[in-house]
T-cell receptor, first 113, second 116 residues
């Protein structure tokens, strides 16, 4: 069965520290991969996406993610976290022939001073 | 600016009542979606539509209904048959698959439904 796993429900980091949010997927073939961010009570905003090619993708707000086929992972990283990065982060995957995305359960990021 | 408009943002309903959530997009996107979000559960797909007058059930369609009479509009009705309707509902849209915008979902700001 297709699935998306975000192992960390909550993560706390200090402002200025580096960040890595984990995402693992189980799909029959290489899917399209996405990271979205959600502020409280709001919709989701696309941070970055991977379709093909270079496995390290750059997104908005200084985020990047690396696709590792051998590990079925698509982890999100940021070198230096800002207080405004506190939000809920969702990893999502989609079949190349399909429409809808399958979302992980999310990781809530708290940034401390 | 192009985008997705969901209304109302907050809605209260008594048990046994049907309610309809509105979703309108001016992005000229072909596909539209409804997701339900509960704390700690991520987003779960309710229904989606690829073209006008056609839609498919998602993972949790029971107790919900949709229509797609216009490309721009994809309203969701939460019926009295939905056992636990209190949730945050998100509408999204995307271009058709296979193109550069494939599977890239644009989301509305959401509607929060509370059953009293």
């Amino acid at each position: 069965a297709q699935s998306v796993t975000q192992p960390d429900i909550h993560i706390t980091v200090s402002e200025g520290a580096s960040l890595e949010l984990r995402c693992n997927y189980s799909y029959g073939a290489t899917p399209y991969l996405f990271w979205y961010v959600q502020s409280p009570g709001q919709g989701l905003q696309l941070l970055l996406k991977y379709f093909s090619g270079d496995t390290l993708v750059q997104g908005i707000k200084g985020f990047e993610a690396e696709f590792k086929r051998s590990q079925s992972s698509f982890n999100l990283r940021k070198p230096s976290v800002h207080w405004s990065d506190a939000a809920e982060y969702f990893c999502a995957v989609g079949a190349r022939s399909g429409y809808a995305l399958n979302f992980g359960k999310g990781t809530s990021l708290l940034v401390t001073p | 600016d192009g985008g997705i408009t969901q209304s109302p943002k907050y809605l209260f309903r008594k048990e046994g009542q049907n309610v309809t959530l509105s979703c309108e997009q001016n992005l000229n996107h072909d596909a539209m979606y409804w997701y339900r979000q509960d704390p700690g559960q991520g987003l779960r797909l309710i229904y989606y539509s690829q073209i006008v007058n056609d839609f498919q059930k998602g993972d949790i369609a029971e107790g919900y209904s949709v229509s797609r009479e216009k490309k721009e509009s994809f309203p969701l009705t939460v019926t009295s048959a939905q056992k636990n309707p209190t949730a945050f509902y998100l509408c999204a849209s995307s271009m058709e698959p296979g193109g550069p915008g494939a599977n890239v979902l644009t989301f509305g700001a959401g509607s929060r439904l509370t059953v009293l």
